[in-house]
Structures are given as C-alpha cells and as structure tokens.
C-alpha cells in the first residue's frame, strides 16, 4: 500500500546510479528502473543516462506517450521530497 512506500530526498536519490541499483524519478514518484533496464527499446545506456536523478524533463522531451505511471507500477518505491534541513 501507499503508506510503504518511502520519502526519498536527492541526497539518496543519487545513490543509486549504478546498473546493479538504479532509481530514477519520473514526475515526482521514484522508481527502481533496475530490472527493466535490459528491456527498455531504446537501449539501457539511453535509460541510464537518468540513474540516480530526475528523469522527468528528459523523458518528457523523448517520449511522452509512453504510460510510466503504468510500465513501471511495481516498480515504485517512493516520492522524491526536499533535503531535510539539518
Ligand atoms: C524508446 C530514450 C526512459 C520506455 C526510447 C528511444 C530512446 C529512448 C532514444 C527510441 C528507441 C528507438 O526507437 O530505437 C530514453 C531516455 C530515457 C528513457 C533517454 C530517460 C528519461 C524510458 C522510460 C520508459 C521508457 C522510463 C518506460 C518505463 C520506452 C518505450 C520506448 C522507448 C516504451 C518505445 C517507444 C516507441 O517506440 O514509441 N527511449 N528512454 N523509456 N522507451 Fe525510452
């Protein structure tokens, strides 16, 4: 459910920039695109160019059509939010 799912600042965001654990963020939710790397059409380094950061401006000047809400559904983790101020 919803109330799993993680709030997840830049800081974080940008750990996970590898292709063993990659997320990214696509309007504001943040997804483990790991697994579906080996699958996209345009290519896993195209997809890796947005690991560990907001994908939302790139995706949206490629491919807009494509459903991400939906293809990436289980892959959710969480929702990008601001660095929390020490
Ligand atoms: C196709 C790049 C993210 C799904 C493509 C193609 C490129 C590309 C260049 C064209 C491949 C070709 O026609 O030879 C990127 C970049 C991304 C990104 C730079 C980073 C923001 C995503 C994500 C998804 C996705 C997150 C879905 C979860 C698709 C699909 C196609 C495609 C379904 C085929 C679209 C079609 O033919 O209409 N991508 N992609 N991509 N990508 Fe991505």
Redesign the pocket.
């Known amino acids: 459910g919803v109330e799993s799912l993680m709030r997840i600042p830049p800081s974080v965001l940008k750990k996970h920039n590898t292709r063993e654990d990659a997320w990214?963020v696509?309007n504001g939710k943040v997804?483990n695109?790991t697994a579906?790397l080996p699958f996209?059409?345009?290519?896993e380094k195209?997809?890796m160019?947005?690991a560990g950061r907001d994908?939302?401006k790139?995706?949206a000047s490629?491919?807009a059509?494509?459903?991400?809400d939906f293809?990436?559904d289980t892959c959710l983790v969480g929702f990008l939010v601001s660095e929390p101020s020490l």
């Not at 996209?40 to 290519?43: F, K």
């Not at 059509?65 to 991400?68: A, E, M």
Request: proline share 4%.
């Open positions: 990214s696509f997804y695109i579906y996209h059409p345009g290519g195209e997809l160019r947005v994908g939302s790139l995706f490629t491919h059509w494509v459903n991400v293809m990436l």
